[in-house]
């Protein structure tokens, strides 16, 4: 029996998850980093919490004899890559990376793409009154100074109490997301701003489009580094990888 640890987090990661738990002679444990209050479960056994750092889950490779090691988390969560490289390395296992494609600018595109989350704030200075926040709740409060303009905050979760916010309101909500709604936000809430991680895939990239067509700004913040190693785009391919390493 192949013990598979998938570190997940994202949809691609669960549909990962139930695909993998469908191979004979295959053994899926996906685990879930628990950023988010409810988090869809994926199919299969699981787990929801963090290792400890990259001892901790060096230390979980082995004591559940995994065999192998797929890093299929969101795009930015990067520390948790870096940490799982360096465990799959003490665990002497092989690790595969399913990292969707990033988001490629087309013509028509308003893009002011910066590094990082603060240097997105920055970028909003004497450039917008209005802005579509679609970061998420954790790096929120990197705007709370930005006092002169208004903010429409999207996330799954609402922010924690403590966490200080920029004027303007939070919905929480989660994807995909349709055009048509994208539309119908980008217009009802008079917005001349987004400001998006370019994280790829389907599931929130209406939003891009629907700047596109009506001319928005979007402040792109880059994806960080990740750690070398074998990728894969898609779920498909991490599939095929795994039954090409490991299949009958």
């Known amino acids: 029996m192949l013990r598979v640890l998938i570190l997940g987090g994202t949809g691609d990661a669960a549909e990962l998850s139930a695909r993998v738990a469908n191979i004979s002679g295959v053994e899926a444990i996906a685990s879930l980093a628990g950023r988010t209050r409810e988090p869809s479960t994926p199919v299969g056994n699981f787990r929801i919490g963090g290792f400890g750092g990259v001892e901790g889950l060096a230390s ?3 004591q559940m004899q995994i065999d192998v090691l797929i890093d299929a988390t969101h795009p930015f969560a990067n520390q948790i ?10 665990a002497g ?4 990376m399913m990292i969707r494609p990033t988001w490629e600018k087309e013509e ?8 990082n989350i603060i240097d997105a704030a920055a970028a ?7 802005v579509f926040l679609t970061i998420g709740r954790q790096e929120i409060s990197a705007f709370s100074h930005l006092q002169e303009m208004w903010f429409l905050m999207r996330m799954i979760d609402p922010p924690n109490p403590d966490v200080v916010l920029p004027p303007g309101i939070v919905l929480c909500a ?9 539309r119908e936000i980008l217009s009802s809430y008079q917005i001349d701003t987004i400001v998006s991680k370019n994280s790829g895939g389907n599931a929130t990239y209406a939003k891009i489009i629907a700047a596109r067509e009506m001319g928005i700004k979007v402040v792109m913040v880059n994806r960080p580094p990740i750690p070398a190693g074998e990728q894969v785009p898609d779920v498909e391919s991490a599939v ?3 039954l090409r390493m490991y299949g009958d």
């Open 60 to 62: 979980y490779l082995h």
């Open 124 to 130: 909003l200075n004497n450039q917008a009154q209005r």
């Open 240 to 242: 095929n990888w795994l």
């Open 108 to 115: 028509e595109d308003i893009w002011i793409e910066v590094e």
């Open 93 to 96: 296992i092989p690790r595969l």
């Open 81 to 90: 890559s870096w940490n799982a490289a360096n465990a799959a390395t003490i």
């Open 174 to 182: 989660i994807g995909p997301f349709t055009l048509a709604k994208e």
